[in-house]
């Protein structure tokens, strides 16, 4: 069963220090990078992630579904905390997936646990966030070490073909 990842979007950025920093210049800019971070964490698990935003202060909102990449984004609608949404959707996808829920709040892990889904906290999310793009940057690095470290790739174009014209001489 593939796993789903269901993020509580502002509690993770007001629990992650980078984005705590990026939310105090701009609320948009800290859920775009933490949409980004969960991409890229997305990709190198190979797991289903939807990150729910609550709306229920703002006043006439929609629910409201959006795609980041291959993340699905939820804006709960006006008078629905992201909370309710998220055990709404636990319920609904369980079947379906082996679900984990990414929350500091010990009250939604506590009900959610009760629905048969697993928690994360959110310092345990960015471990495992940060830990994933060390591995892929150390992954990309090995896999384009050959290429960046021979001698033939750090000389220009018309000093190799010199020298390949001397080894030819011989």
Known sequence: MTRCLIVD???IIN??????????ISLEGSRQKLLEFLEDYRAYK???VIVVFDAHMVKGSMEKHENFGKIEVVYTKENQTADSYIEKLADQVGSMFNIQVATSDWLEQQVVLGRG???ISARELRYEVMHSRKKMTEKYRLKNSDKKHTLENRLDLDVREKLDKLRRQR
């Open 46 to 48: 190979g797991i289903k």
């Open 15 to 24: 629990s992650w220090p980078e984005l705590i920093n990026e939310q105090k």
């Open 117 to 119: 889904a697993s928690r």
């Open 9 to 11: 979007g502002y509690n």
